[in-house]
Every structure is written in C-alpha cells, then in structure tokens.
C-alpha cells in the first residue's frame, strides 16, 4: 500500500488523464485479440479423459441381432402413438416398459408462459440396478418432439429397446430411469424440478418414483420415421440453461466412445463439415459462445445442468450409413462407463470453449479476453473518479505554480508534489476531494432500477402484442435518453462533474456486473462488454473553464454531442438484438417468446443481464452524451 | 391369503420346533411376480446357557461364544444385506422384516455393565471382534455412529435382570456385502456349508441376488421351569432372479437371444421377418435348485434329527397344481400342509437332492400377503449446502389403523433442525406424532438420533419432512472418494400395532441416503496457510507501521533527495524496505 | 424542532423498507438467513429457532451441535408468538432493534466526541455530517438491511456495542457498563472495547466535571462493576439452563471452531486446511492477533479512544473467527463519524470498489462452488480474501489519516506538506 500511495500522490499529473482511453482501447483490442487466438493450436488443447474410472469404451457392446427386430417393432408402436393424445400414448409406453418389470410412473405438466400454455405429460421407468442401493441414479431421455418439432419415432424407440436389453444386466450399480419427455425443453425441466422437490405444485405434478441422487443424463435425439433412415455423424448438444456446461469428460467421453470405439463422427455447434482449419475452429467457438451467451435450453439435458448433473443430447446428423443399433450400442458403452464411475463428476473442466469435438480451451486460458474487457470500464471508471476530483480544482491548481521564486528551479515533476501540497489545504482539499455524489448515484441507481420495467412487461406480454411492445420499447428507448438529458437540463443543469460522475459510476457498476457476469456466463458478459466497449469513451462535453483556449472538441461540442448520440443509438440493446434477428433471420417475436418461456420455466436470466446492466449503462451513457448539446 | 396362512404355519413351526430339537434347518422357496423366486435359508441351534457358562459348545460356534462372553453380551443382532425389496411386487417381507437389516452392516446387542461408559467399551471390544470375526468394518462403528434405542427394539429373548442391560446399535450403510462375509458365516454352520441345505450357498449366486440379507441372531429363550436355553439363529434370505440366476457361470453375459427362440407377437400389422414385438411371457419360467444355484443340494446335514416334522427341511411354496420333480438318488419324504400350498420335503442323507419345476402356464396364483405399511425416504433440495429429507409411508389397510416407531440414525456432519419437522397424513388434519425421542449431534463425538412414535389411519399417506444443514469438513476428515458424498443409514420402522404373533416384531427399512458435502480443495493446504498469513500480516503490517512510527516532514528526511523522479523511485524502494521490514517483524 | 421531525421522517422511512421487505417477500427472511454472508453458526437465526423448540421442549440446547447462542435469548423469544406462523412480533422487534441502535448512533454523532475530545481538537472539526445523515447512513446501508431482514442476532450485538459507544461518549457510566457487559455477553469479542470506551467515560466525564476523577479508583471502578454485570448475567444464564454447560458451546464454539461453516471471513477455510497437528496452535496465535490491536491501538490513540473503539469495530468485521457483513455494517456507518478525516484518506476509491466487487463476486462464487458445483472452495475463499483486503484498506487508511490530523495539530507548520513515516 506504501507503493500505491506514491502512485496515487501522481493522480493528479495532468498527463496521467490523457492516459485512460488509450489504455481502455488496448484492453478492448486485446480482449478480442485475446479471442481470436484461442484457435490456434499453441492456445488450445486437445481433450482428454481425467477421470479414471469411466474408461471410455473398454467394453465389448451387445447390443445387436435380435434387439434390432424389437427395436423395430417398437419403432411402429411408436409410429402409431403419434396421433394419440399424450395420456394415451404414454399408457401405451408405460404398458410396453412395464412388460420389461421396470416400475413406470407418469408426471402432468402445465406451464403459462406469454399467453400460451404449454401442458403435456412425461411418462418415466426405473430400473433398479441389482447392485445398487437406490443412493445414484443415471438417467436416459427421449423427448417425445425434438428440438425442431420433429417426433422423435427412432429415439424414444431406441429408449423403449434399452430399457429391455438393460433390464437383463446384472452389473449396474447405479439406478438407471428411462424418461420419455412430452417435449424437449419444458418436460425435462418439469421432471427435474420434482425430482428435486423444488417445483411449484399448481403448475407441475410430483414424482410418484424416485431414486438416489442423478449422477448423469444423456438424451438420444433421432427423429428418423418408422422406416428408419441412416445417419452420418452424431451431433453433440452440451449447452445448459444460462451457459452452464457440462462436467468435460462427459463430453470427451461421448466423443471418445462414439469416434473411438464406434467409428461414428462428431460434430458440435450444428458445424456440418468442419476440416479443422482455423477458420472452422474459430466459427464453432463463436457459435458455441453465442448459443452459451443466449443460456436457453438447446435441448432435453440442458435442463439438468442447473441441477449440477452433467448432460448431453446425442443428435443424429446427416445421411450415412451408421444406423440405430450403432447408436444403441454408443448409448450402452456411454452407460457402461457412467456405471464405472465412483464420485460424481468432478475431474475435469467445467468452464471450457470448444472449437471441435477434440480441442477446446480451459478457463484460465480464455477467460482473461472477457476480463480485460470488462477491467476497460473500470479503468475508465477510475479515470474519471479522479478527472472529477481534478476538474473544478484546475483554476487553483493553475495558480500556486508561478508563485514563490525558490521553487523557480525546481524540476517540472515537483509540480505532482507540490499540487499534492496544495491539494491538502484544507479549504483547497475541501473543495477538490468534495465530490457532489447525491445526483449521480440517485440518477444511476434509478436508471437501474428502470430496467425492471421492460423485464416485467417483456416476461408478461401475451404473444400477439408482443411485436407491437417491443417496437414502442424501440422507439421509446431511442428518445428517452434525449429527454433525459433536456429533463435534466431543465430541472438542474448538472455540472460538468456531475455528469462526469454519472458516467463514472455506470461504468465501474457495468464493469462489475461483467466481471461477476464473466465468472458464470462467460460469453454473455464478454458479448455485452463488446457491444457496450464505445461506452467508456462517451464523455459529457463542456466549455473549457475560463482562461483556457477552447479546444476543437470544447468548440463544436454540440455537432459532437449529436452525431455521438445518433451513433451511440445504434448501440441500444433493444436495437442490437432487432439487428441480431434481422442477421440470423429469425423473428424477433420467437425469441421474446422463448425468453418468456425461459424466464417462466427454466429460471433463465439471460434477460435480466441485458435490462438491469447492459440496457442501463447504455442509457446513462447516452444521456451524459447528449447532455452535451445543453451546455 | 393361501400362501400367508402357509407363511404363518411355517414361521409358527419352526417356533415351536425350535425350542425342541438342538439343531434344525430349514429353506423356503416361493416363485415370486416377474420371474423373481424368494428363498429363505434358516438355521437355528440350541445351547443350555448352563453349558454356555462352562464353554462347552455342542452345536454353538465357540469363536462367537467366547466373544459374546468376553464381551458380556446377552444378546445379539447382526445383519448384512444388500439390495431392495420391491414391496410392491413381492409383498410382505420375510420374517415380517424381523430377520433384515438396512443395505450394508447393521448390528445391535444387549450389553450387561454397570454403566454407561463401560457398556459402550464392552460394545467396542464386540465390534471390534466381530469385525475381525466376519471380515467386515464393524469396527468402525464408534461413538458417531452408535444410538442407544428407546422405543425401536425390544428385547427379544428372556433377559433375568432387564436393569443391568444397555442396548446399542450401529450401521454402516456404506459397506459393501461380499463373499469375504458368507465364508465366516458358513463356517460358523454345524454342517459348513458341507452339506444340508447350506451346501447350496454359493457366493456367486448369492451376491448376484435382486435383493439379499444375512443375520445372525443370538437370544437366550427360557422355560416356564426357569431353565434357559442360548438360541442362535443364522438367516438367509434371497430374491433371485431366476433368468439371471440360470445363466451358466462361464457364460454370464446376456448377449441377446437368436430371433428363433424369441415369440413375437404376429398379429402386429407390422410383424415381419425383420420386425418383431416380443409377447410378454405370462407362464412361471422353469428353475430348478441345482440351476439357479449352480451347484446340487447335497443331501441332509446329518445333525438335524430325523425323528420330528422339524426334518421336513425343504418347503416350497407354489400353487397346487404347479408341477414339481423331485430329482434325487437317495430316499426322501414329502408332507404337504393342508391347504397344500406349502410342500415341505425330508432330504435324503448323503445324497444329492434336487427339485425340478417345467415352465408351465398357471390359473391360480400365489395371493402374496400385502405388507403393512411402504416406506420410502428422499432427499430434497440441490446444492451442497443445506436441503430437506422427505419420508412417505403408506398404509395399504382400507381397515385399521396403524401405530409404528421411526427411528433415524444421521451422522453429525448432517444437521437436521427439529422444529422444521412436520408430519402430515392427507386423510385427517391432526398431527400422527404421537411421541418423540430426540438426541440431537454433537460435532465429531456422536450422530442425531431421532425416534418417533406415529400412528397412520386406515387407507393413507404420511409425509415427514424435515430441513437439515450439511457441515464442511476439516479437509482430514473426508474419505478418498469425498465427491461420492457419504451415506446416511436406512430409517428403521417398527410397527407397534398390529403386533407381530412372536417376540420378533414386525419391521421395515427404507434404503440408505446420498449425502453429497461441500468439499475443500484438497491441494491447498500450503497455499490457503500462505494466502490467510499474508492477508493478515498485510493488515496487521499496515496498521502497526502506522501505530509504532511517528511522521516527519518529507523535506526534513535527509537523504530523500529533491524529489521528482528520482526522489520517487528512491522513496519507493524506501517504503519497500521498510515494509519488508515490518513484514518480518509481523510474521 | 427541525432535528427531531428529520428523525422521525428517516426511523418511519427507515422502518416503512423493513416492513415493506418482511411483507411483500415473505420467503425473503429465510432465504437471507440461510446465506452465509449474512448469518453465522453463532447469529443465524434459524440456529435460534431450533434452539428455541429444544428449550421449550425441555431439551438443554447446548447438549448438541446446533445452537450456540447467549442462553438468555432463548426465555427473550421464548415470549414472542412462534415465529414460523407468526413472524410479525419477531420482525417488529428486529426493527426496533435496528431503530435504536440508529439512535444510540446519532447520541454518539450529537456527543462531539468524534472530532473534539477532551485532550484533542482537530483542526477540521467544523467538517462533519449532521446525526440524521449519519442515522441515515446506518439503518440505509444495505448490509444493516440485509442483516434486519434475515434477523440474525448479530443486530443486537451490534445495537448492545452502539449503545455502550454513546453512553460512554455521554459519560453515562452505569448504562454504558451495563450495555457493554449485554454486548460481551452476547458475543464476547466486544470485551475488548472495554478500555478504549472506559478512557472515552472517563473524558466525558472529566469534561462535564470541573476536576477530572482519580483515573486508577475510576479505572478499578469501573472493571468491577463489568465483572459484577458480566458475572450476573453469566450466572442468570447458567440457573435458566441449570448447568453451565452452555459457557462450552458458545464461547467454547466462538473460541475453537468446531462448526467450520464459510462466512466471509478468513478463519474457516485456513482451519478447514489447517494439518491437524497445528489446529490448536494457530487458533491460539490468531486470538492474540485479534487482540494485540486493542492495546497498541489504545496506547497511540489515547486521544481520541472514540476512534479507537471505531477501529476495533472494524478489526473485529475482519479478524474474528464468525465474522458475518452485520459487523462490517456496523463498523461501515461508525466510520462517517469520521467526516473530517475523509480528506485525508488516500484509497477510498480503491476500498470502495474493492468492496463493492467482493459484495458482488461472493454471491456469485458461492453459487458457483455450493450449486453449481462448477467451481471449488477456492472461488469463494478467494472472494474473502478480497473482502477481508478491502475492509483492511479502509482500516488502515482511516488510522493513518487520524494520525496525519494528530499532527496537524501538533506540527500546525507540517500541515498540508508531504510526510514520512520514520
């Protein structure tokens, strides 16, 4: 602290304030720097099991000959539930999994989300393991429609067929329950929450069944109709609810199983053909961080993450020659290996980046991109702390320089010391270290709590209105900020100061919200820190205080204050995300919808990060901006 | 109610039998639904306590005499079990549950001291030598994990002076059930596992059970007249399954069946060469003893006398008109009880004996008696931080009422918060609590032990829950596997009323629960002494310097130069002195 | 009366929050008291409750692990109506609790004593806020909040210290021993404010009259009548629960750690890692630390002791074993008494902002480590560490700008230029 002391006595260099946006720019250039260079291969790892007891694809798999008559015959029982309504079909399900005398149990759910409702009903079997004491379980899912809507005809079939083939092993010392979902996000999140007692019983049923603590979920997605169809690779789906990931060596172990032992290719993050060249890696990253920055359900395990039981969905890709009973037996060995394991996941990473089903960063090597992005701000932050304790004590500071004549000779750098002098005069130091700090954190304060507003509405909307609430959020939000800053003229002309401490203190808030975002979400908090980066170089523009030559900016100010306000308008959040879906061609509507559902169902919180950090430190910002043409 | 008449008449001559002859065995196998087959092993040996007091042991093992006599207990219950009873499907538990324990070891003994302290250091030199006796960790039962029961376990033999006797009981839900246990527990057998019906335990089988538990009972039974007799009693009983079970040993895996020898269902629309929907088999499948237990019954153990109905050692217990082979050189005997849904055969000596039963297609099947109450317990809640644990038991009876005492046994480091517990029955609003015992943990010296005394209405559910804390563990404490999580004992339930026809009682268990803890780093050691120690010396540094020096004007230092860069720089490595300076004096 | 309609306004804004927080979140209560951060094995409330069941069902609460409170809050909220059905009576009281410590905080602020003792006078005394901004200051802090709302008993200790503070300062002798004695009582540390508050009495009231009293009979006085008071209730305590086995499982727990429970202080983790061999060793030197300020700070200070006693505070929210935010609320709002040393102080910006980050971070890593599962103890350990850092800052820099005032008035012709510690 000695150190800091003599550091801060040069706080007050005129020259140390030019320094911060420089250094702000760096941190942002380095931090997207940073990214791009995790492909390569001296950044990035190749994966590797650390857990020893799941020894990936040890086993010999018998999953084969007659098994694949029956798993046909199941898939056309399958084929002729699809009309029924889901009570029906699942009493059929459950009459064929309790022919196999495993115990079934079925669950109602009923969810209101933006005006819809969605309500379905997951039917579930228990096979107790004949050498397990009902302490673990293991689950397998089938979501009865897939993430496209398709049904699910091979994938429940194959669910069906394992739990027969399953039943006659005497070696699982876990529990194993079989669940057939009634659809792939809401059901999973459903059964999750009551096995886990935390559900809300007007909405959701409790579980008649239950067993030990899950250890692992794995969910088989293959939609292919009661004729089969051959796949060509398997697509691997990791993402949880609000970017959580699963443990890593579930992942590598799936990999490892299905290319390794399997001879079935791999591919994550929907990258079809992916030749390990820089670019695929860097494209498969970038999607992995998008889909992790938006934290919805991408399938029927991501709701199980949350529950700190790893998941992964094995998706069906393409046209090959690898058929269902390939898949059947890359489920068995997964199985058999979740079956080794003695502790619960615990090995490996849980915070990673891939960039193809065998390399991936660890967090230690990513994770400083999205801090030093997130640092930006709270370099600014202090910048501007200390330009505001400087600003109004310039003029005396001025003075006491060409006065007495002994210290004519001093050399220049005696000017930090004697402005130190100077500054602890106490009338002097009253003035300077006085900051007024009422209407800055007032007005940072109620800019954050604003943004519950929008959250309520968005989370509250009925679907048909929703394209009309978040076209007047468009627009309202354009404007507000203009007639804040005329408000704020009106009312009280802040001071230079002041306006430099609002902007001070929503940055150093948005800094810490990311630097706590990037621990938990790490690509949404480096995303938002991207899209808010222009933020720490908006200032409140003012005229030069008397005596001093007015500079360009000083000049032109208004012009200046404008044009920044247009651009800074680009950047609003409401807009961002319109510009995002007009990119990817989705409506914007679906994703409301989804983020409603997700805030109803799944606990997501993806929203309240963009209307509580991102969409405030962008108002503040645009209101100091504009509050430049007032002056 | 057939076969529960017949379960009754069995239990009831054995009873009677027991006191009678000096060594008696017995095994009673029942086909249970889906393909499951009960067998319970029992045998049973006397010995005049007179002669035990002189250690002359006839038919009692002497290595457990002598430890019951140096540890001067008087009674004695051991349990290993493994596995589930599916109450749902298989019904009432043998031996109304008086003869299982909760999944691992389980063991409670009636110890005679003076006090306190000195029945538990008798009860550390019994487990001690039990556990080297039966190659089992019963000796890390310790003060944790022992309770001294209120309501839960009467006596259950006739004791002369009740006052002098402490009862203590143990669990170690964690430990594994294996062969290294069957072997002693064979060996302590008159005939070991040589011949009678113990020569079919055979490891292999046995642990490959759906569900298996072995015990060991050692009770002293008096006459009217005042003479007692010492009764040990060793049980085993096992569900198999019986396709599992059939599988030859050098070929154990279930690869799957070539199409022809599956019967598909052809009146599916879709049934083809390729497709096949496999018909549900409704016929008992056929077994046979030397089959499912993949060695022949060799004969009677000639210890058993032959004179009484007590030698009819073999029962079975299936409908009349289940076809049964009997497959033996030698000479046997059958007797069937009245109703004849009991078939009990007298082996034959020195002769293998085998029971044969064809697959065969049933009208009438067993009526299994309906257990009293289902019992099952969760945990609720994620995180490791605190959740709740949640007990549902059910009572089937549209009739009666039922009265029962739950007993929970947790371990210190789970911290149950009592005035959260609530017990709810969905038919009536009143509290089924009737009485509570409770012992609350005291960190590293003993477990909760919690009992309460509930009654049930006819035709409901009770719910018991209860919030508990998880405590963080010094990082010596946890076991190598610590990201297991540790187990918390099966809750025991004894039912009051209806009361059993024996001394026995009626129980049943719940299975064990997964307690995950939170978990320190275990690398960190020297890094979280370093970090804290630097931390505070930062702190205590920092304040002290100020404390013991005094200021002076910068200009008035010499030495310190005219400032500016240099005078800077130099000041720095001035102040980097002087704080390592403090540094070594604080640390 | 100006002063007093500002008072009440801020106590009825002030209590209008809590209750508006105890109502509109009914889940709100139980969800903070179980948060690390904020109850402790020693303060959690849900610890009292059962407590509380095991009293009034006749079992000795301290014959088990759970509950290691002061025995006399236990016949105290034993006549409050059960609070899991009707918390309403308990939430007023934890209200009131915080209203009059709010007051007896404002008796300090209105004493003077802050700025203007009896051996000294700073020469910024005119720089101070007014009592209702520094009330404000208090019952507003979102850490007093926090602790109200999850009614961890820390808030009384916490109003027990402030009242000891103000009735020293107002050199009310018998109140201020009795108030310090409850505090001691209830969570021993705060012994060690003894001294410091007794030069504090002992200036109040030399100052009030003409000749200042014999310091040694005053000094021995007043030891006695703490040893009498602490005695008596200790012996209160031991009747009610019939046995003194509860002196082990409260000042027993709060002296050898057996409950290792993370809180936000730096004790847990370092004896959850310590090598058994050394356990016993390093509580005994941790205890010496914590108490080898008192003096040394009592010695240098002797001038302002009501400054000292701030900074005890402090060191307390930082180095005791179960240290919760209750106690850095409390040392947080005394230090505003200190208005006129702000300008003095180098790292405010940095000591703000650290602790605004570990406020943020802690939440987030414990999430992490108990929930998730994602991360490990270290995430959060790492967090304290920050915290404990930044409370120190604050500590220290607040001493060395008390020194730096010190002497200013001494040195008057030293006032403003650059100093050096020799």
Partial sequence: ?????????????????????????????????????????????????????????????????????????????????????????????????????????????????????????????????????????????????????????????????????????????KDIIFLISGDSTSGPQAWVDAYHDSHSPDNVESLSIKSGALQGAVAVDYPAGPWGHRYDKLHIVYDGVNGQLPNLDLFNTAVNIASGQMGIGCTLQRMWKHDDKYQDRLTTMLRGMISQGLGHASGPHSSFIPYHVDAITLQTVGDGWHDEMSLGRTVESLFRSLNNLLEHFHQSFFFYLLMQANRFVSIGTYLPSAMVIAVNFSITSIALWVASGRSTSMPKLASPSKSPKDKKENPPTTVVRRNGDISIVPTAAIEITERP???????????????????????????????????????????????????????????????????????????MFLAALATLNFSLSFLVGIAA??????????????????????????????????LLAALNPVIVIKVATLYWGIDVVDILVKAAEGWHVWGLWTQVVVWLAWWPAWFAGSVVMWSGLFT | MLSFLALLLFNAFIASASASSDYSEHLLLRPLPQKALLASFNFRSNESSTAFEQQNFRYFPRSLGQILQHAGTKELHLRFSLGRWDAENWGQRPWNGAREGGTGVELWAWV??????????????????????????????????????????????????????????????????????????????????????????????????????????????????????????????????????????????????????????????????????????????????????????????????????????????TPPERIIHVNTTGQYAESTSENHAMRCYKLPVGADFDLVLPEQQMTT?????????????????????????????????????????????????????????????????ENPIRETYYRPAVDRQRGTHLELRMVIPAASTLTLTYDFEKAILRYTEYPPDANRGFDAAPAIIRLISPESLDKKGIYLRTTSLLLPLPTPDFSMPYNVIILTSTVIALGFGNIFNLLVRRFVGADEVQGMGPGGLKGIIRGKVERLKARFLTKKKTA | MLIDRQKALLFAAAAAVRLLLFTAFPSLPSLLAGRVEVSTPVTSFKRLQEGLFLYTHDVSPYDGGVYHQAPLLLPLFSLLPNTSYYPFATNLVYIAVDLLGANALMQIAESGQSATTRLFKSSRNDLRWSSVAIGAGFLFNPFTVATCIARSTSALANLFILMAMAKASQGAS??????????????????????????????????????????????????????????????????????????????????????????????????????????????????????????????????????????????????????SIADAALYLSLVPLFRHLFPLMRYTFL????????????????????????????????????????????????????????????????????????
């Avoid at chain 1, 954190?441 to 989370?459: D, K």
């Avoid at chain 1, 009925?462 to 408000?487: D, E, I, N, R, W």
């Avoid at chain 3, 890593?365 to 800052?393: E, K, P, R």
Wanted: proline fraction near 6%; hydrophobic fraction near 40%; include cysteine.
């Fill in chain 2, 112 to 317: 005679e001291a003076q006090n306190e302290e000195e029945a538990f250091a008798r009860w550390l030199t019994l487990t001690n030598a039990l556990s080297g006796l039966f190659c089992a960790s019963l000796n890390f039962i310790d003060a944790t994990k022992t309770i001294r029961p209120v309501m839960s376990f009467p006596p259950e033999g006739d004791h002369q002076n009740p006052s002098q006797l402490h009862l203590l009981h143990g669990t170690l839900p964690h430990e594994v059930v294996c062969t290294e246990n069957l072997t002693p527990f064979l060996k302590l057998l008159p005939c070991k596992g040589k011949a009678g019906i113990s020569s079919l335990l055979d490891g292999h089988k046995l642990f490959d059970a759906s569900w298996q538990t072995m015990a060991v009972d050692v009770r002293p039974v008096c006459e009217e007249d005042g003479e007692c007799t010492l009764e040990t009693e060793q049980t085993v009983d096992m569900v198999l399954d019986i396709d599992r079970s059939k599988r030859p040993r050098d070929n154990p895996i279930p690869r799957p069946l070539p199409i022809e020898e599956i019967e598909c269902d052809t009146s599916k629309g879709y049934s083809a060469q390729d497709t096949c929907y496999p018909i549900h088999k409704t016929s008992e499948p056929a077994f046979s003893l030397s089959g499912i237990y993949g060695r022949s019954l060799k004969g009677a153990c000639p210890l058993t006398d032959e004179s009484s109905e007590n030698s009819y050692t073999v029962c079975i217990n």
């Fill in chain 1, 1 to 173: 602290m000695a150190l800091l002391s003599t550091v801060l006595a040069l706080r007050r260099d005129p020259r140390i304030l030019k320094v911060p946006p420089y250094l702000s720019l760096l941190c942002i250039l380095g931090g997207i720097a940073w990214l791009l260079v995790l492909p390569l291969n001296e950044y990035s790892r190749s994966t590797y099991v650390s857990e020893n007891a799941l020894l990936p694809g040890q086993v010999h798999t018998y999953f084969t000959g007659s098994e694949h008559n029956i798993f046909r015959a199941y898939r056309h029982e399958v084929a002729s539930q699809v009309e029924k309504s889901p009570q029906e079909r699942n009493n059929h399900l459950g009459d064929i999994l309790r022919s196999n005398n495993l115990r079934v149990a079925t669950q109602n759910y009923e969810y209101h989300a933006s005006g819809r409702n969605i309500s379905n009903q997951n039917v579930y079997a228990v096979l107790q393991g004949p050498r397990a004491d009902a302490t673990e379980a293991i689950v397998l899912i089938a979501a009865w429609n897939n993430m496209a809507g398709e049904i699910n005809h091979s994938g429940v079939a194959l669910v069906l067929t394992l739990a027969r083939y399953f039943k006659r092993w005497s070696l699982w010392s």
């Fill in chain 1, 533 to 566: 980066s222009p933020l720490s170089f908006v200032r409140g523009l003012y005229p030069a205080p008397k005596g001093e030559v007015e500079g360009f900016a000083t000049r032109n100010r208004g012009a200046i204050s404008v044009v920044g306000s247009l």
């Fill in chain 3, 174 to 323: 018998i109140t201020f021993v009795f108030a310090l004695s409850i505090a001691a009582y209830l969570s021993m540390h705060p012994l060690l404010l003894f001294p410091p508050l007794l030069i504090l009495c002992y200036d109040a009231r030399a100052t009030r009259s003409r000749q200042a009293p014999n310091a040694f009979t005053f000094t021995a006085i007043y030891a006695l009548g703490l040893v009498v008071s602490l005695g008596s209730l200790l012996y209160i305590s031991s009747v009610l629960t019939s046995s003194w086995e509860f002196l082990a499982s409260t000042y027993g727990v709060r002296l050898l750690l057996p409950d290792l429970t993370p809180n936000v202080g730096l004790w847990w983790y370092f004896f959850t890692e310590m090598f058994d061999s050394f356990r016993e060793f390093f509580l005994g030197v941790f205890w010496v630390h914590v108490a080898s300020y008192m003096p040394g700070l009592t010695i240098r200070l002797r001038k302002q002791p009501l400054f000292v006693a701030t900074t005890l505070t402090g060191i307390f929210a930082i180095f005791t074993p179960y240290p």
């Fill in chain 3, 351 to 422: 000591a703000s902002s650290t602790i605004l980050y570990a406020s943020f971070l802690g939440p987030a890593f414990y999430y992490l480590w108990i929930y998730a599962g994602s991360g490990n103890a270290n995430f959060f350990y790492a967090i304290t560490l920050v915290w404990s850092l930044g409370l120190s800052v604050v500590v220290g820099d607040s001493l060395y700008a008390a020194l730096r005032d010190e002497l200013d008035v001494e040195r008057p012709e030293l006032r403003g230029k650059e100093v050096k510690r020799i």
């Fill in chain 2, 365 to 429: 099947r067993l009526v299994l008696a309906q257990p009293p109450l289902y019992a099952a317990r969760h945990i609720n809640g994620h995180g490791q931080e605190h959740g709740s644990v949640q007990a549902v038991i059910t009572n089937p009876s549209s009739t009666d009422a039922v009265e029962f005492v739950y007993l929970e046994s947790l371990p210190w480091f789970m911290k149950p918060y009592i005035h959260t517990l609530q017990a709810r029955v969905n038919s009536s609003p």
């Fill in chain 1, 437 to 511: 700090l009422f209407l800055p954190l007032a007005f940072v304060l109620s800019t954050h709590f604003l943004g519950l507003l929008p959250l309520y509405i968005f989370n509250n909307t009925p679907k048909p209105s929703l394209f009309l609430a978040y076209s007047l959020a468009m627009s309202m939000t354009s404007v507000l900020p203009f007639l804040t800053a005329a408000l704020l003229h009106i009312l009280r002309g802040p001071t230079e100061q002041e306006t430099t401490l609002i902007q001070c203190f929503s940055l150093l808030f948005l800094g």
